[in-house]
């Protein structure tokens, strides 16, 4: 059994950035393909980036192309996502994700392993 947990959620202003991480146990971490979704109020999860395995390869939503980063740090068994120029709309709770593919996929239906979320709140 996969556990994730992820961290470095909070408050901030529009225009602000926050940090996300999510911790891997229980398996080899570079056996995942990682991804990050979200969820508002109301409305479905959604992808917003996933990662390769191992050459860096990645994917994002449009919505936060330019704006958020993800990267990956095998030997730390972690996955982070970098969210820059946050906007009152990037408001949801996010989710990591591992899915046992190679390159990361949209699909939530896809991933294998999903950690217990972590809340961003932008303000405007």
């Known amino acids: 059994q996969v556990q994730l947990v992820e961290s470095g959620g909070g408050l901030v202003q529009a225009g602000g950035s926050l940090r996300l991480s999510c911790t891997a146990s229980?398996?080899?971490?570079?056996?995942?393909?990682m991804g990050w979704f979200r969820q508002a109020p109301g409305k479905e999860r959604e992808f917003v980036a996933g990662?390769?395995?191992?050459?860096?390869?990645?994917l994002y939503a449009d919505s936060v192309k330019g704006r958020f980063t993800i990267s990956r740090d095998n030997a730390k068994n972690t996955v982070y996502l970098q969210m820059n120029s946050l906007k009152p709309e990037d408001t949801a709770v996010y989710y990591c994700?591992?899915?046992?593919?190679?390159?990361?996929?949209?699909?939530?239906?896809?991933?294998?392993?999903w950690g217990q979320g972590t809340q961003v709140t932008v303000s405007s």
């Open positions: 229980g398996h080899t971490f570079s056996s995942f393909a």
């Open positions: 994700a591992a899915d046992w593919t190679y390159y990361p996929r949209t699909d939530r239906d896809q991933y294998n392993y």
């Open positions: 990662i390769s395995r191992s050459d860096g390869n990645t």
